[in-house]
Antibody, heavy 115, light 115 residues
Framework: EVQLVESGGGLVRPGGSLRLSCVAS????????MNWVRQAPGKGLQWVSR????????YYADSVKGRFTISRDNARNSLYLQINSLRDEDTAVYYC????????WGQGTLVTVSS | QAVLTQPSSLSASPGASVSLTCTLH?????????IYWYQQKPGSPPQYLLR?????????GSGVPGRFSGSKDASANVGILLISGLQPEDEADYYC?????????FGGGTKLTVL
């Protein structure tokens, strides 16, 4: 079964940091671009970042540029998102999603930024 | 003006057909973009439904019923998700998405009520 499982979310104070992980099973991520998409409570979907299959292409939404870093370890079949300088407005469920079409999604991990 | 605009809500009766629209910014030609559609039910991650470029370039999600289909109305610069034979389990939020300037952009979503 093709599956994505996120982890690493939690409660963090403004200005803090977290590292989110996404582990894939049932397929190898090495041939796919991967993405992070977030959803604030009660709000719509917002794309955060994309990384190409070999990490040669990396893209960010303007709202996170300079604060978030996407990376991947194809040998570990894993995707990561380092999030720094967290703000209240970063509170959201963070999903990893496969390929440009987001054809597979994880269940998400909740990041709550609050003092 | 947002890149993608969706009506915030829509309602229809079981068995009916409904068209969910995704209007592109006037400076973006719908003919040149693949439109992706997702369904999200409360408490669950989004699910890929389909992508539509043209009748000869479209891709249904695995396990997605054929009563979900895509189209475009070039005269209105709109992408359309058509759901025929509405069922109670189709009640959900629906999002459209395009890739624009190396970034993924989602519409604000349409809440579909089946009553």
């Amino acid at each position: 079964e093709v599956q994505l499982v996120e982890s690493g979310g939690g409660l963090v104070r403004p200005g803090g940091s977290l590292r989110l992980s996404c582990v894939a099973s049932g397929f190898s991520i090495s041939t796919y671009s991967m993405n992070w998409v977030r959803q604030a409570p009660g709000k719509g979907l917002q794309w955060v970042s994309r990384i190409s299959s070999d990490s040669s292409g990396i893209y960010y939404a303007d709202s996170v540029k300079g604060r978030f870093t996407i990376s991947r370890d194809n040998a570990r079949n894993s995707l990561y998102l380092q999030i720094n300088s967290l703000r209240d407005e970063d509170t959201a469920v963070y999903y990893c999603a496969r390929e440009r079409g987001f054809d597979t999604w994880g269940q998400g991990t909740l990041v709550t930024v609050s003092s | 003006q947002a890149v993608l605009t969706q009506p915030s809500s829509l309602s229809a009766s079981p068995g009916a057909s409904v068209s969910l629209t995704c209007t592109l910014h006037s400076g973006i030609n719908v003919a040149t973009y693949r439109i992706y559609w997702y369904q999200q039910k409360p408490g669950s991650p989004p699910q890929y439904l389909l992508r539509y470029m043209s009748d000869s370039d479209n891709l249904q999600g695995s396990g997605v019923p054929g009563r979900f289909s895509g189209s475009k109305d070039a005269s209105a610069n709109v992408g359309i998700l058509l759901i025929s034979g509405l069922q109670p389990e189709d009640e959900a939020d629906y999002y459209c998405m395009i890739w624009y300037n190396s970034a993924s952009v989602f519409g604000g979503g349409t809440k579909l009520t089946v009553l």
